[in-house]
């Protein structure tokens, strides 16, 4: 029997037992896809990373990713989450670990930058790997039934929703209210019904819901659910408010502006979080967009397998 180290830690807080849980495989090597897929459904957390040799060795490391059903190309809080424990641990592969991490991922080459206090990692930064996509409308009447809201809770003066991807696909729909939010309920029947291509080309329906206020409008409070990724709700989602980010500021009619949004996620759950995202527009097109959080260590063990 071999076993393979694992580090957990809660994204985007400091504060342990709040934010996003993940777990991080701090040496992958020697596992097959089907223990790594096995891994990912025994802790039952969003995502859980596995980190192996670069195949550049200019880069950090690979680093894969998955859900309890499937691995995906791209996630915000696994990122962040990884870079913080490898930067905390020193090195990787026998090679220290800077303040500028590179790894290479199914969607592209992911940077990382990492935010000291001497020793310490306080914080981690990272650019989305693809530009902003948009994709197909999707009819308010679905969502409302996914989530168990009116349709008229569905706010539509400043989009309708709508599928967009800076890495990873999500549903993006702005609600009129709090109390909206706070209603929202998944129906796991009514998702797989909705299930259609996503912009990377798979079959899927993760749904991204917010508020803001017209006194805040870049201070926004969110809920994410994808139960046909067996994630019912996630308390943190940086791909989806990366994209979200994205998106916002393309809608701006300035071509030229930086938007910096503060998401708060996981209220609901219990698990408060706070995602930092920064959106660059030039000349009409977003450029780059930056997920930046904390972390809170909690536990190291190790897997049979």
């Not at 991080?24 to 020697?30: I, K, L, P, S």
């Not at 490391?61 to 691995?71: D, S």
């Not at 890495?167 to 993006?172: A, E, I, K």
Request: charged share 20%; aromatic share 8%; proline share 7%.
């Amino acid at each position: 029997m071999r076993t393979v180290a694992f580090t957990t830690v809660d994204v985007f807080t400091t504060t342990r037992f709040e934010g996003n849980p993940l777990a991080v495989m701090t040496d992958a090597r020697g596992l097959s896809d089907t223990d790594m897929q096995n891994i990912a459904a025994e802790f039952g957390y969003s995502e859980v990373t596995f980190v192996l040799p670069p195949q550049d060795p200019a880069n950090t490391a690979c680093v894969r990713i998955f859900t309890p059903t499937m691995e995906v190309p791209f996630a915000g809080h696994p990122n962040v989450g990884t870079a913080y424990v490898l930067g905390r641990q020193g090195e990787v592969f026998g090679r220290r670990v800077g303040d500028h991490l590179r790894f290479e991922e199914k969607a592209g080459l992911v940077e990382v930058d990492l935010k000291r206090d001497g020793d310490k990692v306080l914080s981690a930064s990272i650019r989305a790997p693809k530009p902003l996509a948009i994709g197909n409308v999707i009819a308010k009447e679905t969502v409302a039934r996914c989530i168990a809201i009116r349709p008229e809770d569905i706010r539509l003066a400043n989009h309708q929703p709508v599928v967009a991807s800076v890495g990873l696909s999500f549903v993006f729909a702005e609600l009129a209210d709090l109390d909206a939010l706070g209603r929202a309920r998944p129906n796991l029947a009514y998702f797989q019904d909705a299930a259609s291509p996503t912009v990377e080309g798979n079959h899927d329906f993760s749904l991204f819901v917010y508020v803001r206020s017209d006194e805040a409008p870049w201070a926004i409070r969110a809920r994410m659910f994808a139960p046909l990724d067996n994630v019912p709700e996630d308390p943190a989602t940086g791909s989806a408010s990366a994209a979200l980010g994205a998106y916002l500021a393309s809608l701006e009619p300035e071509p030229n502006l930086r938007v910096s949004l503060t998401v708060e996620q996981g209220v609901e759950m219990g698990r408060r979080s706070i995602i930092g995202i920064d959106a660059l527009k030039v000349d009409g097109v977003v450029t780059d967009v930056t997920i930046s959080g904390s972390c809170a260590p909690v536990m190291r063990g190790e897997i049979a397998y």
